[in-house]
């Protein structure tokens, strides 16, 4: 499980790359100079998910989170969330540089994707509040131990 979240993280990785080339070439055609919806796209991907996953396999490495509970509901919510929120970017960039205007079912539609991404990220903080927490109660009487000595 270690390695998934490396490769989940390279996957996010390419598609970062992916979007920053499509950004840059796709209002390169249309003559496109105002900023817009696409520009945001390469940082989505990258920081929400090249950088994200790299954190939680710092994180999974030292606390195991891949054995809670939460780890698979975890990965399923956010990596919907979030391949659907950078979708939705795509779409509303897009009808932006070529003049046209979602309107209030694009930011309908967009709203949803954030709400899933926002409940991936939750489920994220609470396994690992929960694992943390559980972490200190084992480690407890050793810890205060321990600083009594120094």
């Not at 390279?10 to 209002?27: K, M, N, P, Q």
């Not at 950088?51 to 990965?75: A, C, G, Q």
């Not at 205007?101 to 409940?119: F, K, M, P, R």
């Amino acid at each position: 499980m270690k390695k998934s979240c490396i490769w989940i993280a390279f996957s996010y990785a390419i598609a970062g790359l992916i979007g920053g080339v499509f950004y840059r070439e796709f209002t390169k055609v249309f003559t496109y100079v105002d900023r817009n919806t696409l520009g945001f796209l390469h940082v989505h991907l990258l920081v929400m998910g090249m950088i994200m996953f790299l954190v939680i396999s710092l994180f999974n490495e030292k606390l195991h989170l891949d054995r809670t509970k939460l780890w698979k509901p975890f990965l399923i919510v956010y990596n919907i969330g979030l391949p659907f929120t950078v979708s939705m970017l795509i779409v509303r960039g897009v009808m932006q540089v070529i003049g046209y205007d979602g309107g209030a079912v694009v930011s309908g539609i967009a709203g949803v994707a954030h709400i899933i991404l926002g409940a991936g990220i939750i489920l994220f903080f609470i396994m690992l509040l929960l694992t943390v927490g559980k972490g200190s109660k084992k480690r407890g009487s050793f810890e205060n131990n321990e600083t009594n000595v120094l």
